[in-house]
């Protein structure tokens, strides 16, 4: 009794200590000395975090983004209508904007309050009035839901479950599905970077891929992410290729044949994932 006594306060003294530093680490993290102003890919933009400003400052030297960029820049031309799911601070929101032009339009998709605030600023600051922004999560069905906010990591707010409990804060947000949204407007591009959420999202567009035979897709393919949500990753995969699209995964800013599922599943275990091209072409 003495011996699990002395396990169980110890167990319970690294808790608080992790705790602890995780909530000292979050406090430095939320400063708002950190809410200055970065030029990336010709915008001004301005992050509400140190973490959201490191993020800035390595797709301004090309440490992050940069085979992204040129791929957009190949994919996207004027008078596209693009979805942005996940937009986060709005980078690929700005740079969609340019790609499209003043006769196209982006619909940008961001629940997290914080996130939802620097992505309107950095969209006003720049001018970029062909940018719609929706303050809601996308999802298979219309509703609520509480999003995990990251605290150390802006660009990992999760509707999955994953995240160690002291590093993270609750926020309800309202889902709706992309089909309620759209409608029957015509959809040219959709990217989507939702931290495992995706068979979520695919599961409400149903009709958007059903009506639109030249849509091309965009999205990060991460399976623990996946499974944490409750989507089998192969299922995914398969369901796509029912629908007639073809997959292929951007290798150092090139797109292959995307691998078998066996050898996939092989590669991306723990946080690793790939991002996947989908197209009818």
Not at 28 to 40: A, D, G, H, S, Y
Not at 54 to 66: D, F, N, Q, S, T
Not at 132 to 149: D, E, I, K, W
Request: glycine content about 10%.
């Amino acid at each position: 009794m003495r011996a699990l006594l002395c396990v169980s306060k110890g167990a319970a003294g690294s808790l608080i200590t992790e705790m602890n530093i995780a909530g000292s680490f979050a406090r430095l993290n939320l400063l708002p000395v950190w809410r200055r102003k970065l030029t990336v890919w010709g915008c001004p933009m301005a992050a509400p975090s140190l973490d959201r400003l490191v993020c800035l400052a390595l797709h301004r030297v090309g440490w992050l983004g940069k085979e992204e960029r040129t791929l957009f820049q190949r994919w996207i031309h004027p008078g596209m209508v693009v979805i942005d799911v996940g937009a986060n601070l709005g980078i690929y929101s700005l740079l969609l904007s340019r790609l499209v032009g003043s006769s196209g339009s982006v619909i940008a998709f961001e629940p997290e309050p914080d996130m939802f605030e620097a992505l309107a600023c950095n969209c006003k600051r720049n001018g970029a009035e062909n940018i719609v922004l929706v303050n809601q999560a996308l999802g298979s069905m219309p509703g609520t839901a509480l999003l995990s906010r990251s605290l150390l990591h802006g660009g990992d707010n999760r509707l999955a479950p994953g995240h160690k409990t002291g590093f993270r804060k609750l926020v309800p947000v309202q889902l709706v599905t992309l089909d309620e949204v759209i409608g029957q407007r015509p959809v040219d591009f959709i990217k989507i970077d939702v931290q495992g959420w995706e068979g979520e999202v695919f599961r409400g567009m149903e009709g958007v891929l059903a009506n639109n035979p030249n849509l091309q897709i965009y999205f990060e393919f991460w399976p623990r992410g996946l499974t944490n949500a409750g989507c089998d990753p192969a299922e995914l995969l398969s369901r796509l290729s029912d629908r007639g699209f073809h997959l292929a995964e951007q290798i150092k800013g090139e797109l292959k044949a995307l691998r078998s599922l066996t050898e996939v599943g092989r590669d991306l275990t723990g946080h690793r994932f790939i991002n996947i091209y989908a197209s009818r072409h």
